[in-house]
């Protein structure tokens, strides 16, 4: 099971930080969410294209959590080199991270 | 809906300068609007307004302005409906004097517009005292390369011209939620110490403030999401009662939705801590906002609250920062990989030996890891596009990198093919913060 198989997501970009929701499409699978989509794991996922610091805040009444990525766009939309200045496509690509449904 | 209270009805006109006009003004004819709101005003658009108005005083504003009005400002009229937008941008007097010619020439009389500025801080600066709050360096750094310098106000220059019977307000930096948040305090006379009422209206305008994107736009992904009627996206209406409470919606016949699931994905754009939104009138509360859906397509938005301020406004500085150069060629077929990776061994042989200086260089093969770091095991591609980003500090040294990349045609590797060259200039943009006490506000009105 993959990540875009229980949840959509949002980037949205303030100078060198994004920010990524995280939202589940049912709220029973939110405490999933919780457990496997860490800030320690989106920051290894992202790692060689984020560089910085993850946090992460949660919002139980939407079953949603944010995700605040640091030093994530080279420098900032105004001044980034990157194909994608805004992030605007990592939502998708962390949408592809591999859940572990073991248990 | 509940028509006994009093309610106000406000549509979203543009998420952006660029925005398409059609849906705006379907709105306007169709929305039984008290409002709408034009939202054209990027982080670094007010710098690059600021670059043409120094070229030529009577502009600076936004460049769909004319194209705008000339759609929508006859509307507003038949169907009373105050318009308020920060096209502005870098010269909100010049035009407010447009948009009062262009009224006149459309026949429509006695229009009172209003400009509201005093965003403008450049000359209160102090390049010696204060710091970036991105880089840390002292303003001192860069002080020949800065060209503007625009606090984000909020809601009281607006405030002044609603109350002064303004058809259309035209402002330079407003924070985006406050060209929102200002007529619901003026129609309600909500108090500017209210907090949780100024965070029900920020949470309001920051769902708002993107127009098409809360309606499905930005949301569909082919197979799973789905949203009708795409090519004729809606942009949404929100109605509110005095006490703060609103719902979202749409009209019937445009295309998109409204749910749960993309007022979940809008609130949450562009925010970081979800309980502390920061705006030059509030620090709203998201963290318990909830959304119920009450019929298909009206969404109810409630929870969100607020507490006061720091006293501070941020002020975005624009700077030149030189130059970037963008050059792409494709290569398809056979070893299509292979031969892109040779490019790029050749460009930077060329660069070495001619002692080129870049600040930042990026080579992208599109296709592969353009947008996000190369898979482990990725799929042989049929076709890449070799992507050359630099940044340098003169124009001249961008151009001679361009042009390393275009005579891969007969000095590089077989079948190269498609070169295309960009050279742009940066502006880019850092903050500071300063004190809210030292803006203020000024409003100008003028006439058809």
């Not at chain 1, 060198?16 to 969410?33: C, G, Q, R, T, W």
């Not at chain 1, 800030?39 to 560089?51: D, W």
């Not at chain 2, 985006?176 to 305008?205: I, Q």
């Not at chain 2, 795409?230 to 949404?236: A, D, I, Q, V």
Request: charged content about 25%; aromatic content about 6%.
């Amino acid at each position: 099971m993959k990540l875009k198989d229980i949840a959509h997501s949002r980037t949205g970009d303030k100078g060198d930080i994004i920010n990524i929701s995280v939202i589940a499409f049912d709220e029973k699978d939110y405490p999933l969410l919780l457990e496997q989509v860490t800030s320690t794991k989106v920051k290894e996922f992202l790692g060689g294209t984020a560089l910085g610091e993850v946090t992460r805040y949660e919002l139980p009444t939407l079953a949603a959590m944010n995700f605040v990525v640091q030093k994530a766009l080279r420098g900032g939309v105004t001044r980034s080199l990157r194909m994608d200045k805004h992030g605007k496509t990592l939502s998708s690509i962390l949408l592809e991270m591999t859940m572990d449904t073991k248990h | 809906m509940i028509k006994q209270e009093k309610t106000i009805r406000i549509g979203s006109g543009a998420g952006y300068s660029g925005d398409r006009i059609e849906p705006a003004a379907d709105l306007i004819k169709e929305g039984d609007l008290d409002y709408i709101v034009f939202e054209c005003l990027a982080e670094r658009t007010i710098a690059l307004a600021q670059l043409q108005k120094m070229q030529d005083p009577t502009l600076g504003y936004d460049p769909l302005l004319e194209d705008r009005m000339k759609a929508c400002l006859p509307l507003c009229v038949s169907n009373s409906v105050k318009l308020i937008s920060n096209m502005g941008a870098a010269n909100p007097a010049a035009a407010a004097k447009k948009t009062a010619a262009l009224a006149k020439e459309l026949g429509l009389k006695k229009i009172k517009i209003a400009a509201v500025y005093g965003d403008d801080v450049i000359s209160m600066l102090n390049f010696n005292t204060q710091n970036f709050l991105e880089s840390g360096d002292s303003l001192s750094v860069l002080e020949d390369e800065i060209i503007s310098a625009n606090a984000y106000l909020g809601v009281e220059g607006i405030l002044m011209a609603l109350k002064e019977g303004a058809d259309v307000i035209l402002t330079g930096r407003v924070a985006d939620p406050s060209l929102f948040l200002a007529p619901l305090v003026h129609e309600f006379g909500w108090s500017l110490e209210n907090y949780p009422l100024l965070g029900k209206g920020t949470a309001l305008g920051h769902l708002m403030e993107c127009a098409g994107q809360v309606c499905g736009g930005y949301f569909a992904d082919g197979a799973k999401k789905k949203v009708s009627n795409l090519g004729n996206l809606g942009f949404p209406i929100a109605e509110i009662l005095e006490d703060g409470s609103f719902y979202i919606t749409k009209l019937k016949d445009a295309g998109g939705m409204v749910t749960t699931a993309t007022c979940k994905e809008q609130l949450l754009y562009e925010v970081h801590n979800p309980a502390e939104y920061l705006t030059p009138d509030v620090i709203a509360d998201f963290s318990g906002v909830s959304f119920q859906e009450l019929d298909k397509d009206i969404v109810k938005v409630t929870g969100a609250t607020g507490k006061p301020l720091t006293g501070k406004l941020k002020v975005s500085v624009g700077y030149r920062d030189g130059y970037m150069a963008d050059a792409q060629i494709s290569y398809g077929g056979s070893y299509a990989l292979e031969r892109s990776r040779l490019a790029i061994e050749i460009i930077k042989e060329r660069l070495r030996t001619k002692n080129l200086v870049v600040e930042d260089i990026l080579f992208d093969l599109i296709g592969l890891n353009s947008l996000f770091k190369e898979a482990t095991s990725p799929a042989i591609p049929q076709e890449i596009r070799l992507r050359v980003a630099a940044k340098t500090k003169t124009r001249e040294a961008a151009v001679q990198l361009l042009n390393e990349v275009e005579t891969l045609y007969t000095n590089g590797p077989a079948a190269g093919g498609g070169v295309s060259k960009v050279v742009t200039e940066i502006i880019a943009i850092q903050s500071i913060l300063i004190n809210k006490s030292k803006v203020a506000p000024k409003v100008e009105y003028f006439k058809s």
